[in-house]
Protein backbone atom coordinates (compact mmCIF):
# COMPACT_ATOMS: atom_id res chain seq x y z
CA UNK A 1 0.00 0.00 0.00
CA UNK A 2 1.46 3.02 -1.20
CA UNK A 3 -1.03 5.10 -0.39
CA UNK A 4 -1.64 6.90 -3.59
CA UNK A 5 -4.17 4.66 -5.75
CA UNK A 6 -4.59 4.81 -9.45
CA UNK A 7 -7.22 3.57 -11.35
CA UNK A 8 -7.13 2.00 -13.82
CA UNK A 9 -4.00 0.35 -13.92
CA UNK A 10 -4.41 -0.89 -17.94
CA UNK A 11 -6.19 0.85 -20.16
CA UNK A 12 -6.52 0.38 -24.15
CA UNK A 13 -7.94 3.45 -26.48
CA UNK A 14 -8.67 3.96 -29.81
CA UNK A 15 -7.63 7.27 -30.58
CA UNK A 16 -10.94 9.02 -30.99
CA UNK A 17 -11.92 8.12 -27.41
CA UNK A 18 -12.43 9.63 -24.77
CA UNK A 19 -11.31 8.59 -21.30
CA UNK A 20 -10.00 9.56 -17.61
CA UNK A 21 -7.30 8.49 -15.22
CA UNK A 22 -7.40 8.75 -11.66
CA UNK A 23 -5.39 9.42 -8.74
CA UNK A 24 -6.20 9.41 -5.16
CA UNK A 25 -3.84 9.76 -2.32
CA UNK A 26 -4.49 8.93 1.56
CA UNK A 27 -1.42 10.74 2.71
CA UNK A 28 -2.72 14.39 3.85
CA UNK A 29 -0.31 15.65 1.14
CA UNK A 30 -1.17 19.25 -1.04
CA UNK A 31 0.84 18.56 -3.81
CA UNK A 32 -0.03 16.20 -6.25
CA UNK A 33 2.03 15.44 -10.12
CA UNK A 34 0.82 13.65 -12.94
CA UNK A 35 4.22 12.31 -15.08
CA UNK A 36 4.72 10.20 -18.32
CA UNK A 37 7.16 7.21 -18.66
CA UNK A 38 8.04 6.08 -21.74
CA UNK A 39 10.19 3.28 -22.53
CA UNK A 40 13.97 4.73 -22.67
CA UNK A 41 13.12 8.18 -21.90
CA UNK A 42 13.60 9.66 -19.01
CA UNK A 43 10.20 10.85 -16.17
CA UNK A 44 8.60 13.82 -17.84
CA UNK A 45 6.52 15.84 -15.82
CA UNK A 46 3.28 16.95 -16.67
CA UNK A 47 1.40 18.80 -14.40
CA UNK A 48 1.78 20.04 -10.88
CA UNK A 49 -1.02 20.78 -8.28
CA UNK A 50 -0.79 22.95 -5.20
CA UNK A 51 -3.47 23.40 -2.60
CA UNK A 52 -5.89 22.59 -5.89
CA UNK A 53 -4.34 24.88 -7.92
CA UNK A 54 -2.55 23.97 -11.19
CA UNK A 55 1.45 25.14 -10.86
CA UNK A 56 3.08 23.65 -13.15
CA UNK A 57 2.10 22.61 -17.50
CA UNK A 58 5.41 21.33 -19.09
CA UNK A 59 4.16 22.12 -22.52
CA UNK A 60 1.79 19.04 -22.50
CA UNK A 61 -0.65 19.01 -25.48
CA UNK A 62 -3.92 20.16 -25.09
CA UNK A 63 -5.55 16.68 -25.40
CA UNK A 64 -4.12 15.81 -22.16
CA UNK A 65 -6.40 18.15 -20.03
CA UNK A 66 -5.60 17.93 -15.80
CA UNK A 67 -8.58 17.70 -13.05
CA UNK A 68 -7.65 18.26 -9.36
CA UNK A 69 -11.44 19.27 -7.53
CA UNK A 70 -9.40 18.45 -4.22
CA UNK A 71 -6.26 17.99 -2.69
CA UNK A 72 -7.09 14.18 -2.48
CA UNK A 73 -7.81 13.51 -5.83
CA UNK A 74 -6.20 14.06 -9.37
CA UNK A 75 -7.57 13.55 -12.83
CA UNK A 76 -6.07 13.19 -16.00
CA UNK A 77 -8.66 13.35 -18.83
CA UNK A 78 -7.79 12.11 -22.54
CA UNK A 79 -9.29 12.95 -25.88
CA UNK A 80 -7.96 12.03 -29.51
CA UNK A 81 -4.84 10.67 -28.18
CA UNK A 82 -2.05 9.89 -30.66
CA UNK A 83 -0.06 6.09 -30.72
CA UNK A 84 3.30 8.23 -28.93
CA UNK A 85 0.83 8.84 -25.86
CA UNK A 86 1.33 5.28 -25.29
CA UNK A 87 3.30 5.31 -22.01
CA UNK A 88 2.82 4.57 -18.39
CA UNK A 89 1.02 7.90 -16.38
CA UNK A 90 2.32 8.07 -12.94
CA UNK A 91 0.74 9.96 -10.37
CA UNK A 92 2.51 11.42 -7.04
CA UNK A 93 1.96 13.62 -4.26
CA UNK A 94 3.77 15.35 -1.46
CA UNK A 95 3.60 17.32 1.70
CA UNK A 96 5.39 20.64 1.29
CA UNK A 97 9.09 19.69 0.44
CA UNK A 98 9.31 16.54 1.03
CA UNK A 99 9.84 13.78 -1.02
CA UNK A 100 7.17 12.57 -3.69
CA UNK A 101 5.10 8.96 -2.95
CA UNK A 102 3.94 7.63 -6.47
CA UNK A 103 1.18 5.32 -7.98
CA UNK A 104 1.68 2.17 -9.21
CA UNK A 105 0.69 3.87 -12.67
CA UNK A 106 -1.67 3.46 -15.34
CA UNK A 107 -0.47 1.32 -18.86
CA UNK A 108 -1.81 3.16 -20.99
CA UNK A 109 -1.91 1.85 -25.20
CA UNK A 110 -3.89 3.60 -27.92
CA UNK A 111 -4.58 1.58 -30.91
CA UNK B 1 18.59 24.59 -15.71
CA UNK B 2 19.53 21.19 -14.45
CA UNK B 3 19.96 17.21 -15.85
CA UNK B 4 20.81 14.29 -14.53
CA UNK B 5 22.86 11.81 -16.33
CA UNK B 6 23.01 8.03 -15.76
CA UNK B 7 25.89 6.71 -17.30
CA UNK B 8 24.93 2.79 -17.46
CA UNK B 9 21.34 1.73 -18.82
CA UNK B 10 22.06 -1.86 -17.53
CA UNK B 11 23.83 -3.17 -15.06
CA UNK B 12 23.89 -7.21 -14.64
CA UNK B 13 25.88 -8.57 -10.87
CA UNK B 14 25.82 -12.04 -9.76
CA UNK B 15 23.93 -12.31 -6.20
CA UNK B 16 26.10 -11.15 -2.77
CA UNK B 17 28.65 -9.07 -5.22
CA UNK B 18 28.70 -5.38 -4.43
CA UNK B 19 27.23 -2.48 -6.94
CA UNK B 20 27.45 0.74 -7.96
CA UNK B 21 24.81 3.00 -10.04
CA UNK B 22 26.46 6.03 -11.19
CA UNK B 23 25.07 9.38 -11.35
CA UNK B 24 26.28 12.55 -12.43
CA UNK B 25 24.10 15.92 -12.53
CA UNK B 26 24.66 19.68 -13.75
CA UNK B 27 23.54 22.27 -12.13
CA UNK B 28 24.47 26.06 -12.18
CA UNK B 29 22.43 26.32 -8.13
CA UNK B 30 22.62 23.66 -5.31
CA UNK B 31 20.73 20.83 -5.86
CA UNK B 32 19.07 18.42 -3.59
CA UNK B 33 19.63 14.84 -4.64
CA UNK B 34 17.36 11.55 -4.69
CA UNK B 35 17.47 8.03 -5.88
CA UNK B 36 14.54 5.83 -6.25
CA UNK B 37 13.81 2.54 -7.56
CA UNK B 38 11.05 1.08 -9.26
CA UNK B 39 10.37 -2.44 -9.14
CA UNK B 40 8.70 -4.39 -11.85
CA UNK B 41 4.53 -3.03 -12.55
CA UNK B 42 5.20 -0.65 -9.48
CA UNK B 43 5.40 3.34 -9.25
CA UNK B 44 8.49 4.53 -7.88
CA UNK B 45 9.66 4.31 -3.74
CA UNK B 46 12.27 6.63 -2.63
CA UNK B 47 15.89 4.77 -1.51
CA UNK B 48 17.84 7.50 0.24
CA UNK B 49 17.60 11.71 -0.23
CA UNK B 50 20.74 14.29 0.29
CA UNK B 51 19.25 17.54 1.01
CA UNK B 52 22.45 18.69 3.64
CA UNK B 53 25.29 17.45 6.22
CA UNK B 54 26.28 14.42 6.18
CA UNK B 55 27.64 13.49 2.42
CA UNK B 56 26.83 9.94 2.91
CA UNK B 57 23.59 8.81 2.81
CA UNK B 58 21.72 5.85 4.33
CA UNK B 59 18.85 4.43 2.31
CA UNK B 60 16.50 1.10 2.61
CA UNK B 61 17.48 -2.19 1.52
CA UNK B 62 20.99 -1.70 2.62
CA UNK B 63 21.53 0.81 0.17
CA UNK B 64 24.03 3.87 0.16
CA UNK B 65 25.30 7.25 -1.78
CA UNK B 66 27.81 9.63 -1.17
CA UNK B 67 27.28 12.96 -2.53
CA UNK B 68 30.25 14.69 -4.06
CA UNK B 69 29.59 18.52 -4.85
CA UNK B 70 33.51 18.52 -6.55
CA UNK B 71 32.54 15.47 -9.05
CA UNK B 72 28.73 16.94 -9.47
CA UNK B 73 27.98 12.90 -8.31
CA UNK B 74 25.75 10.76 -6.49
CA UNK B 75 26.56 7.27 -7.18
CA UNK B 76 24.86 4.69 -5.20
CA UNK B 77 25.99 1.29 -3.46
CA UNK B 78 25.56 -1.72 -2.07
CA UNK B 79 28.20 -3.93 -1.25
CA UNK B 80 25.80 -7.66 -0.92
CA UNK B 81 22.75 -7.56 -3.63
CA UNK B 82 20.17 -9.65 -3.64
CA UNK B 83 17.50 -11.24 -6.21
CA UNK B 84 15.10 -9.27 -5.02
CA UNK B 85 17.11 -6.03 -6.23
CA UNK B 86 16.30 -6.97 -9.56
CA UNK B 87 14.50 -3.29 -10.29
CA UNK B 88 15.56 0.39 -12.72
CA UNK B 89 16.66 2.96 -10.31
CA UNK B 90 16.18 6.56 -10.90
CA UNK B 91 19.04 9.31 -9.74
CA UNK B 92 16.75 12.51 -9.86
CA UNK B 93 17.61 16.08 -8.56
CA UNK B 94 15.58 19.14 -8.07
CA UNK B 95 17.27 22.91 -7.16
CA UNK B 96 17.37 24.35 -3.92
CA UNK B 97 15.03 26.93 -4.22
CA UNK B 98 11.15 26.11 -5.20
CA UNK B 99 9.35 22.99 -3.85
CA UNK B 100 10.30 19.46 -4.28
CA UNK B 101 8.34 19.13 -7.22
CA UNK B 102 10.43 19.91 -9.84
CA UNK B 103 11.93 16.81 -9.58
CA UNK B 104 14.92 16.06 -12.69
CA UNK B 105 15.10 12.28 -13.46
CA UNK B 106 17.84 10.34 -15.25
CA UNK B 107 17.13 7.64 -17.85
CA UNK B 108 17.52 5.11 -15.10
CA UNK B 109 19.50 2.00 -14.75
CA UNK B 110 17.97 -1.51 -14.68
CA UNK B 111 19.87 -3.54 -12.46
CA UNK B 112 19.72 -7.55 -12.89
CA UNK B 113 21.05 -9.67 -10.06
CA UNK B 114 21.77 -13.24 -11.35
CA UNK B 115 22.09 -16.41 -8.92
Known amino acids: ETGVTQTPRHLVMGMTNKKSLKCEQH?????MYWYKQSAKKPLELMFV???????ENNSVPSRFSPECPNSSHLFLHLHTLQPEDSALYLC??????????FGDGTRLSIL | AQSVTQLDSQVPVFEEAPVELRCNYS??????LFWYVQYPNQGLQLLLK??????LVKGINGFEAEFNKSQTSFHLRKPSVHISDTAEYFC?????????????FGKGTKLSVKP
Open chain 1, 92 to 101: ASSQSNQPQH
Open chain 1, 27 to 31: LGHNA
Open chain 1, 49 to 55: YNFKEQT
Open chain 2, 27 to 32: SSVSVY
Open chain 2, 50 to 55: YLSGST
Open chain 2, 92 to 104: AVTPHRGSQGNLI
